[in-house]
């Protein structure tokens, strides 16, 4: 391809991530870096950037878009000093109507693997808390950098919840084996100096600003590593989970509503709610 016909490309690929990152979201904000091109995905559905069905589509669809539009990388963040996402929605899980759930659990499904495969770099500047789902979708990028004096983990035993498979693989690719069953069967939330230990995250940050800097400067390793040649590389390491998800997608949203649906799992999130409500109240 001539110099002059790689120029046009890339101009109209920047002409279309500019473009599509002016559309209006209702829980997510979007901007392109005018130095790398790299898109900045921002979180923000108050109070906590809980993962429902619409915040989850509206993930899925930019996901979609950025791989579309050939984008040089995303970085997922927080519109809050406080969470980066408390994780999936409790009352999406609370009392569930079945068909809404399917929607919302095929919607998270669709969200890990657009984001655990995604074609181009992705990194997370956790800014907050990272609970549950929070932490599954900063390990589902390649790169965290999290503010410190903040806890990240899958704490789902502490709810009665069960992990899927493919959280439990995730957290596999991630640290070690050793840890993910203490942190598993535990359900522990690390802070962010122990995070970095374990290699849950891959460095700390002192603010957002810091963080997004960081995760700005991870995109300059890819400067000169032919693209297919990274692609090819993450699909080999990634590849075989995201393939044992789709072969079992319906079967998955199944058990889980199964378990979610059980007396005590119910129970345990109806007392999780009523400590939400009461600190709410004495606030």
Known sequence: MSTARTLLCTRSIIKNLRQFSSN??????????????????????????GLNLEL????????????????????????????FTAGL??????????????????ALQDVWMKLYGSPFPTAAAINGHSPAGGCLLSMCCEYRVMVKNFNIGLNETQLGIVAPIWFIKTMLNTISIRNTELALTTGRLFKTHEALEIGLIDEMATDKAD?????NDFFKRFEMIPPIARVYTKDSLRGSDIEDLK??????VQTTLSLITQPKVQQGLEFYLALLKNKKESS
Request: aromatic letters at 6%.
């Open 89 to 106: 929605d409790i009352m999406e899980m609370h009392k569930p109507d079945p068909e809404r759930f399917k929607q919302f659990w095929c």
């Open 211 to 215: 963080a997004l800097k960081k995760a």
């Open 247 to 252: 072969k079992n997608r319906e079967k998955d």
């Open 56 to 83: 989850l589509t509206e993930l899925s669809d930019v996901l979609t878009d950025l791989k579309k539009n050939k984008s040089p990388g995303m970085i997922l963040t927080s519109y809050s000093d406080k969470v």
């Open 24 to 49: 209006n979201y209702k829980c997510l904000d979007l901007s392109v870096n005018d130095d790398n091109n790299v898109t900045t995905v921002t979180m923000k559905r108050p109070p906590v950037n």
